[in-house]
Structures are given as structure tokens and as C-alpha cells.
């Protein structure tokens, strides 16, 4: 298995801001064939070091992965989070 998991910094963290990337990144749930899970979740602590959003996505191999990077629904809501974010951050690994 594979995670792939992103976190997400927002330029401006208002109310709308959030919602309109949760939204888009719940958007992806049964959308593309090789995302068997996609967990998302919203910091509480709003530390200095915090970002807000965490992405947690599972596939079946680094094939899966490559599929949904480049999938025609995807690509859309990466836009919409680089227009949202002022950073990112993601790391790719692989279970057993």
C-alpha cells in the first residue's frame, strides 16, 4: 500500500477559505479508480509550526499514485489549492 499524505498552509485562513478546500478535497472521494481511501482533516491547535489541512490519500501501489496525480479529476483541485495555500507540504511512502 501507499500513502500519500499533504499538508496544506492557507494564504488567508478565513471561514470560506476553508471550507472551499475541504470541499474541494472531498470532492476527489470515488472519483478517481485508484484512490481506495481519502482521509482529510483540519487542525485544532493553530500552533505557529500548524498547517491546517492534512490530506491523507491510500492506493494500492506507485502506480495508483501516478494515475491520480496526472487524473482529469484531480488536477482541477490542485488548482483550486494553489490558489488557497501559501504552502505545502507531502511525503509519499509505501506500507506493508
Known amino acids: 500500500m501507499v500513502k500519500h499524505i499533504v499538508m496544506f498552509k492557507l494564504a488567508e485562513k ?6 472551499r478546500a475541504v470541499s474541494s478535497l472531498r470532492s476527489l472521494e470515488g472519483k478517481i479508480e485508484t484512490l481506495q481511501s481519502i482521509e482529510i482533516g483540519t487542525d485544532f491547535l493553530e500552533s505557529e509550526r500548524s498547517y491546517d489541512i492534512a490530506l491523507t490519500a491510500h492506493f494500492k501501489d506507485r502506480d495508483g499514485l501516478n494515475i491520480y496525480a496526472s487524473h482529469e479529476n484531480h488536477l482541477p483541485v490542485v488548482k483550486i ?15 506493508i
Open 14 to 19: 478565513t471561514t470560506e477559505n476553508m471550507e
Open 81 to 95: 489549492m494553489r490558489s488557497l495555500c501559501s504552502a505545502s507540504v507531502v511525503v509519499d511512502y509505501e506500507t
